[in-house]
């Protein structure tokens, strides 16, 4: 099947820093990626819609000043966290469905352990 | 808002019985249904889907069951293994390009030996 990879696996970093987390699609093309959240023991959270091209649509309750995404082509989608806190601490996963085909299955990567000390 | 839900958070199986998950939908525009697996640490994988105009799908050692009338998944997987042990969730979509992926909240699901 399709892969998609996300780059770091797991990152610390300290309170008040940024961090970007990558998201590729590495055997197609997705002009659609979306993000989640997930915490310890919970589901996964969808945070927002990545859109190759153009501004993210972001879910209720998500702030798009903290969570800045781009979709610069239709194989790289990022995550900025932007000013980390230690309650930004989470699962971040990325996920993309294959368009223009019968099967609009969805992908997901192997997700981004973040830590913020 | 609308949201898919499960009825049972944990389940406990003897190797080799099967398994029955449910869950339950409540957005009536939702035509594409999913089971996921996630194991620890990693993010969620593809079982098995189902759209709308379907009541069953199976795959292998896997069946999922579709009642739209009461807005109910049930994912079954046949003798279950040791390696079944994850946490499965249910999750809705529109069948169409780019639309977004709805979780519900998970099953535990852990094997007896």
């Known amino acids: 099947g399709a892969v998609v990879s996300q780059h770091p696996s797991w990152v610390i970093c300290k309170s008040g820093t940024s961090v970007k987390i990558e998201c590729r699609s590495l055997?197609?093309?997705?002009?659609?990626m979306f993000w989640y959240r997930q915490f310890p023991k919970q589901s996964l959270m969808l945070m927002a819609t990545?859109?190759?091209?153009?501004?993210?649509?972001?879910e209720q309750g998500v702030e798009k000043d903290k969570f800045l995404i781009n979709h610069a082509s239709l194989t790289l989608s990022t995550l900025t966290v932007t000013s980390a806190h230690p309650e930004d601490s989470s699962f971040y996963i990325c996920?993309?469905?294959?368009?223009?085909?019968?099967?609009?299955?969805?992908?997901f990567g192997q997700g981004t352990r973040l830590t913020v000390v | 808002g609308e949201s898919v839900g499960l009825h049972l958070p944990t389940l406990s199986v003897q190797e080799g019985d099967n398994s029955i998950i449910n869950c339950a939908y409540s957005?009536?525009?939702?035509?594409?249904f999913i089971w996921y697996k996630q194991e620890s640490g990693k993010g969620p994988q593809f079982i098995i889907d189902?759209?709308?105009?379907?009541d069953k799908r199976q795959g292998q050692r896997v069946t999922v069951l579709l009642n739209k009338t009461v807005k109910h998944l049930s994912l079954q997987i046949a003798a279950t293994q040791p390696g079944d042990s994850a946490v499965y969730f249910c999750?809705?979509?529109?069948?169409?390009?780019?639309?977004?992926?709805?979780f519900g909240s998970g099953t535990r699901l852990s094997i007896r030996p």
């Open positions: 055997d197609f093309q997705a002009t659609t």
């Open positions: 990545s859109n190759e091209g153009s501004k993210a649509t972001y």
């Open positions: 999750a809705e979509s529109v069948y169409s390009s780019a639309s977004k992926i709805i």
């Open positions: 957005n009536s525009a939702s035509d594409y």
């Open positions: 996920s993309a469905r294959v368009m223009g085909g019968v099967n609009t299955e969805a992908f």
């Open positions: 189902i759209r709308s105009n379907m």
